[in-house]
């Protein structure tokens, strides 16, 4: 079982920035984040690998947010950068066991946080 506890939610003005982080207490193929707003499904936001780093976004965020990792410290990072009022949901990291699979899909994920706000004031 692997335990994954975020931080660096909050409120900040469009065109501000957050960083969040999420600690995990093993080591784990890759790690995503994934956000969900009211009303709305949870979507895909960024995603790492721990071995090559290798990383992938959703299309609206690129150039914006920018995942990263810490292996000394099994810590990922997301820092988002021009934030939008569209971007303001719960955010959450989740760790996938297992490699090959598609790291954009809710479902290949095995383990979640417990999410943190965001919120964007326009």
């Known amino acids: 079982q692997v335990q994954l506890v975020e931080s660096g939610g909050g409120l900040v003005q469009a065109g501000g920035s957050l960083r969040l982080s999420c600690a995990a207490s093993?080591?784990?193929?890759?790690m995503g984040w994934f956000r969900q707003a009211p009303g709305k499904e949870r979507e895909f936001v960024a995603a790492?690998?721990?071995?090559?780093?290798?990383?992938y976004y959703l299309d609206s965020v690129k150039g914006r947010f920018t995942v990263s990792r810490d292996n000394a410290k099994n810590t990922i990072y997301l820092q988002m950068n021009s934030l939008e009022p569209e971007d303001t949901a719960v955010y959450y990291c989740a760790a996938m066991r297992r490699t090959g699979r598609d790291m954009r899909i809710t479902g290949n994920y095995e383990y979640w946080g417990q999410g943190t706000q965001v919120t964007v004031s326009s």
């Open positions: 790492i690998h721990w071995s090559g780093g290798t990383t």
């Open positions: 093993g080591r784990t193929f890759g």
